[in-house]
């Protein structure tokens, strides 16, 4: 595809949304409302995330999209032939050999390294809109540090059910103030996100918001004090295809019988890789 | 002291120099023949010992809800200062709680003071479980352990003489009667120091009145909180108060020991609402 500027989108755009990263990484988990162009795909399909890639992203980048963990999902090729067709960089499926990496829904099994930048892309941004639909309420809210509605579902949960029911998009608080939605990413990735080496960018198309982590940021779960954080558990299973362990499952069902394979598709082939040199 | 009111005012409308002097029981309207602006409440001056209780009367329109919703900040204030608890800034001079920052006022209304509305949908959140209202205000006081918030549920629902296999039902089920006591339990779960009762029994059945307001007393009793309560029935403010104010037009005109004022009242309008009521 040729286009008239390098990144598709227009110099005063991705300036509008550098701005609005700039103030995202600023005030970490606040969010950032921007102007959210067009794009060549319909609004929910990773706009949020396709604009902030595009508008960060320079010739010597090398460039990562996964969807699910999968770098070969169909929305995963094709917002990576896009970005590469109109900048030209390079692509990789490797973790530790992307600069920038674009994801949805999960975080690469691969520690992340401070030169690296993670782009989620997020389809609802605001955490309070479950338990307060009025936005200036909610901004209200925000600013208080008021989140004891959040609180109050995890009490429902806890009385009800032993514990919260939440099992992706569960609430974090950042850097001890703002509490924020990480995007549908399993519990399970929720622990990877504090202390992180990566930039931690968020983007919501359809939304029109912007938020984000900077490296080295304390987030936690919402928890309570006398209650642990569980994430999913998968003890005892091991991948099918590269017998990894220790890591993010996606359960295949066949029959009455389950299989379990490596959520991150480049990290299972670096293990048989690995396993095959041995 | 716990309360301490002075010269507020609340008017509706553009206002005027003159609206203050022109409206009031004296001049008999509430309606400035100037500017035509509504003054709702007219240079008050009201105080409330601890455990003092304080009733409120005076016809429709006369500005008793105003009253306490501009304590309770529900509403703001067109002038005047409310001195609370001895709250005062850190070089030791009295805060004006219509002038505390956001975060403040949420602390003071999450915690010092409670308000029940007549209708437990403005006191209630109907989306959350009977323990979880009660439970949002305990967290809201800054409770994070969950045994402590579940114990403190159960134990006002207790003391609501509720049966507390009945903690995880929704407000919906529940009848009119029994979301008043759960709006109360609520408002005390956070051990407030002033709880503000807007007409708290009104439209409810006679026997269940004489309930609820026994309740009411009890806890008042045992736990030691003020209480200003505004109810246009006489029975209510007989029963359950010390002190009366009387409100006509925004202006007080009547302040006194309850039993003074109901068997020789002395201003023209509380003998007329003595007389045609008892």
Redesign the interface.
Known sequence: MNSSTFAFLDEDAKKEIRRSLLKAVAIPGYIVPFASREMPVARGWGTGGLQITLSIIVESDTLKVIDQGCDGSVNAVNIRDFITSVTGVESSNETSAATLIQTRHRIPEEKLKDNQILVYQVPYPEVLTT?EPDTAKQK?MH????Y??L??LL??D???YGDSRISNRYPVLVNKHYVMDPSPIPKYDIPVMNNNSALQLFGAGREKRIYAIPPYTDVRPLK????EFKVENFSGIACERCGATDVFFDEVRRGNKSSFFCSDTAFCDAQLEKNNAA | MLLDVCNVSKIYGPSCNRCLDLTGSEANRAICPVCNSIVAINSINLTAEHNEILGIVGESGSGKSTLLQLIYQDISASSGTIFFNGLQNDRGTPLNILDLP??MV?RLK?KEMSMIYQNPRLGL?F???A???I???I??SGE???????KGSLDYIDRIEMDSSR??DYPEEFSGGQQQRIQIAKALSSSPKLLLLDEPTTGLDVSVQAKILDLIKELQQEMGFSMIIVSHDLGVINHLTDITVVMKHGTLVEYGLTDQILEDPQHPYTQLLVSSIL
Do not use: H, M
């Open positions: 338990v209200q600013g208080d540090g008021d004891s509605k609180w109050v009490y429902e806890t009385s009800q309570f004090d006398d209650r | 956001p975060s949420s999450n959140n989306l959350f479980s323990g979880g209202n439970a949002e205000r967290i809201g994070r352990r969950y045994e402590e918030i579940r903690i995880d």
